[in-house]
């Protein structure tokens, strides 16, 4: 019988019940968040730069400012990419942010999985976590690997985790979580996409661009041991809308392979000849040992304090990392999606998770990491 603490709203599903116990066990988390300074004002593209005269997105509703999704009416998109002033050579970045030392007590270990690249053009603008059944709510284009049934998703959250536990996935080792992110484009080429909502219609002009690698790492926690994910919990990291929130909730980490010892919070990276850009995307790691879910998406599971350790009441889990690698084309041709009022502004880069891993997989992953092997 499994005995794992049930996240409220849990619903077990018949492809994903089967296994021992994984028994929780309390610690803190590896990575900080990092204070990111809002962008400097003028950044972003200028009225001037948008068709018509008019604010971003054209004359519809942008669908809101708040972090709930909704798709409003679409207007004309943009006549060019972001404000060139956001794009800088990577060796002007700062330096990478540093993780906590680890203690005696550190989970130092890792698991990686292969999930592909995106090769099979798996796309939607639609966010299942912000705004699930909600058509196109994400006014954006994401990128998705592992799950890949991402089409029929209801406001019935019960519901579409039973969705996930039987669709089919690019991952390995048949793992069905879902991971996603806002694509990103090549400003030199126009996307297929050029007439429909999520892409021209909400501003997103550009062809979209594969990533060259895709790892899904997780890892451990500096002062202590990580209990398992919960069976469907959902974690977002970064902020679609940190651009108009003064950079509130923001986590980017732009940088180049080879350089990847400095990184930019809020600025597109030049990189040089034979590097290419890569985006580094953090996820929190302190569970509150309950939901899987949360109103606001976040309060369930939060980034550690500065040391690594989870505050009370929170327990350490696997901290996922995406890391994701592209060729561009050269100079400022290249932006991420994004909502229409953001300006595809490098600082609103996020990622969305949904654990629908296997038992034994996860337990797996557990000892991994406690036991510092990469696995």
């Known amino acids: 019988m499994d005995e794992r603490p049930r996240p409220r709203g849990y619903r077990p599903s018949r492809a994903l019940t ?3 116990a994984l028994a929780l066990v309390l610690g803190g988390l590896a990575l900080t968040a990092t204070a990111i300074d809002p962008p400097e004002e003028g950044t972003l593209v200028g009225d001037h730069r948008w068709k018509d005269g008019g604010r971003p997105g054209g004359g519809g509703d942008a669908g809101g400012d708040d972090d709930t999704g909704g798709h409003g009416d679409h207007g004309d998109g943009p006549v060019t990419g972001p404000d060139p002033a956001l794009f800088v050579p990577i060796e002007e970045a700062p330096p990478a942010p540093d993780a906590p030392e680890p203690d005696g007590n550190a989970s ?6 292969d999930c592909g690249v995106n090769e099979n053009g798996v796309h939607n603008s639609e966010n299942v976590i912000v705004a699930p059944g909600v058509e196109h709510g994400a006014q954006h284009t994401h990128d998705y690997v592992g799950n890949q049934d991402v089409q029929r998703f209801t406001e019935d959250v019960d519901a579409n985790n039973a969705i996930l536990a039987e669709g089919d996935t690019s991952c390995e080792r048949d793992d069905r979580s879902m991971h996603y992110w806002p694509v990103l484009r090549d400003l030199t080429a126009e996307g297929g996409d050029a007439d429909l909502p999520g892409g021209g219609l909400d501003g997103n ?5 594969t990533p060259s690698s895709v790892t899904i790492e997780f890892l451990g926690n500096p002062r202590g041991p990580v209990a398992a994910m919960p069976e469907f919990l959902q974690i977002l990291t970064g902020n679609a809308r940190a651009f108009t929130a003064d950079g ?10 080879g350089f990847e010892d400095r990184a930019f919070p809020d600025r597109y990276p030049l990189c040089p000849e034979g590097s290419d850009v890569v985006r580094v995307l953090e996820f929190p790691s ?3 040992g309950v939901d899987f879910q949360s109103d606001d998406n976040r309060s369930h599971i939060v980034f550690p304090e500065e040391d690594g350790v989870c ?14 690698v592209y060729e561009v084309p050269e100079g400022p041709n290249f932006a991420l999606d994004g909502f229409p009022e953001q300006g595809r502004h490098p600082i609103t880069d996020h990622s969305d998770h949904i654990n629908v891993m296997p038992l034994d997989l996860m337990a797996e992953l557990v ?3 406690n036991n510092g092997r990469d696995c």
């Open 311 to 324: 505050a009370e009441g929170f327990t350490a889990v696997p901290r996922l990392r995406h890391t994701l």
């Open 367 to 369: 000892e991994c990491v």
């Open 286 to 288: 302190c569970w509150n």
């Open 205 to 209: 002009i550009g062809r979209i661009i």
């Open 18 to 20: 089967a296994g021992a």
């Open 108 to 113: 130092t270990g890792s698991l990686t999985l």
């Open 248 to 257: 509130a909730g923001a986590g980017a980490r732009w940088t180049c392979t």
